[in-house]
């Protein structure tokens, strides 16, 4: 799943390096390196949004709403 996801991430960070000069991102491991530091920033960000007040409530509500059978 993982590999899915960085392979997806990879595909929507090309047009980065193609408008990038070739000295900033001088071969693959540099767009690879790209997508893997916005897979790892997204998940802390996701992490970081998941102990607020509102996620919490908005966990609950949800959680109350439509899983509870």
Known sequence: MVR???DMLM???QPIPDV????FVP?????Q??????LVGNCLLVG?????????R?????ERTRLDS
């Open 48 to 56: 970081v949004a998941a102990r607020t007040a509102p996620s919490r």
């Open 11 to 13: 595909a929507l960070t």
């Open 20 to 23: 990038m000069p070739e000295r």
């Open 33 to 38: 390196f790209t997508a893997a530091g916005i």
């Open 58 to 62: 908005f966990g609950s509500w949800f």
């Open 4 to 6: 899915r996801a960085f």
């Open 27 to 31: 071969g693959r491991w540099a767009h």
